[in-house]
């Protein structure tokens, strides 16, 4: 059973990794600090397929990768917000990480909430509660770069021909 982990606006990278982490760039140390400075539990908490609910401009701050490079290490299936800070939005993209922007999910979702995305189709499915949300799904080639991991390998996908 998975869980949504509920935040309000204005989330910055400052917060989802402390600067005082930022001299590694191991996925897993990263990880293991996610999120600390507001939520305490998050770190030892998650699980692999969870979900981060949250509300207008997640991500704002420093353009650090390091912030979804951390939140993806961490196992969360899907970063799904009213709004991303843009720098923040091409991170995600760049390294992997599945982000959604929908305004209506978060005023309605709690944290054990069943949930189902379509990638293809735009849809996120909240079967818990047997509601449907739809948003712009990303166009076939950002499907296969996040598919691959991320633009890294993607790239090096596309080098071996």
Known sequence: ?????????????????????????????????????IDKTFAQSVKKGDFIVAGANFGCGSSREHAPLAIKASGIRAVIAKSFARIFFRNAINIGLVIIENDKIQDEIETNDQLVINLNEGKIINTTKNKEYSFSPYPPEIQNLIEKG???EYTKEKIRG
């Open 1 to 37: 059973m998975n869980k949504n982990w509920i935040y309000k606006d204005n989330v910055d990278t400052d917060v989802i990794i402390p600067a005082r982490y930022l001299n590694t760039k191991d996925p897993k140390e990263l990880a293991s600090h996610c999120l600390e400075d």
């Open 150 to 152: 991320g633009l890294v």
